[in-house]
């Protein structure tokens, strides 16, 4: 594997590999976008590129213009020697690991607006979070150039603002989302679940039983308010401590809750069930397509 820090760099290195290629025919990039303290939700979303490009790219970036003001940019996880290492095992060709100022140069000012998906729940709660994260992806996609990148479904609203930029913005770039991967008793696997204490950990089950919860109920013909009830009673048996930030069902694609679609409009639309909540100062969420 060998390891960039500068854009030029690996542009130059990039744009080497596709002209080797170029013989029979071009050699195909898969792009792995992550900030870093990688975790098997990180390595399933690498095998899948693995599977199926020639050369696959890991970019590890703690991106600090997605993050407000009080949240944790500053004691973000970066562990750079241990994410290379589980590189190296997957057999990755290219770490990017950018400092800021090779990503956001000088006099940088231009921003993406993601519109109207990027103000409803995690956009709502973390103003100009989607902003930050369309931007980054959109100066990321001009530097790599892949053909396929892969994000995971655990975070599903940034899925959804990402496919809906590469349409807007006609990016060249197939959108792959790599299923969500859990700890055994159901707890997504997040960078951010090393801050949990003890005690928050336990508590933190309340949000994948929940969701578990609120599908099946919904499988099983309840209305939307009492599958909802429901979810939000089960979370504060399993999490007493936890803040419920939000628990609602939505369209997997523009996140507009599914109780605002009239009757049988509201039958088809394709469904996830979303939740986000606080133990101590962690925010976590999740979610689950029904
Ligand atoms: P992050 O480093 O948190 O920005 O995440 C980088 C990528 O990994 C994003 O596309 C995430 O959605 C994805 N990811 C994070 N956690 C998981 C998980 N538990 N399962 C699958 N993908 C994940």
Redesign the pocket.
């Known amino acids: 594997m060998r390891t960039i820090h500068t854009t030029a760099e690996l542009r130059s290195a990039l744009a080497l590999l596709r002209e080797q290629g170029k013989q029979d025919r071009q050699r195909s990039i898969g792009f792995?976008?992550?900030?870093?303290?990688?975790?098997?939700?990180?390595r399933?979303?690498v095998r899948l590129s693995k599977q199926d490009s020639d050369v696959t790219v890991v970019s590890i970036f703690v991106n600090p213009t997605q993050f407000g003001p009080s949240e944790d940019f500053e004691r973000y996880p970066r562990t750079l020697e241990s994410d290379a290492s589980l590189l190296i095992e997957e057999e990755v060709e290219f770490l990017f690991a950018p400092t800021v100022d090779q990503i956001y140069r000088t006099g940088h000012s231009t921003q993406v607006h993601p519109g109207a998906i990027a103000t409803l729940f995690e956009g709502a709660r973390r103003p100009g979070h989607f902003d930050g994260v369309a931007t980054v992806v959109s100066i990321l996609f001009n530097i790599v150039q892949p053909d396929a990148a892969?994000?995971?479904?655990?975070?599903a609203q940034?899925?959804a603002v990402i496919k809906n930029l590469v349409r807007d913005l006609a990016f060249p770039v197939e959108i792959v989302v790599?299923?969500?991967?859990?700890e055994q008793d159901g707890l997504?696997?997040?960078?951010r679940n090393r801050y949990l204490a003890p005690a928050e950990r336990k508590e933190a089950l309340g949000l994948s039983k929940t969701l578990s919860l609120v599908r099946d109920l919904l499988l099983d013909r309840h209305s939307i308010p009492s599958a909802i009830s429901a979810g939000i009673a089960e979370f504060h048996k399993i999490a007493p401590h936890g803040i419920l930030d939000y628990l609602d069902i939505v369209h997997s694609e523009t996140f507009q809750p599914k109780a605002s679609f009239e009757g049988s409009e509201g039958l088809d639309i394709p469904a996830t069930v979303i939740i986000a909540a606080n133990l101590g100062s962690t925010h976590l969420i999740d979610n689950l397509p029904v």
């Open positions: 792995v976008p992550t900030m870093g303290a990688l975790h098997e939700g990180h399933s979303l892969y994000f995971g479904q655990k975070d940034q899925c790599g299923a969500t991967i859990r997504a696997l997040s960078s």
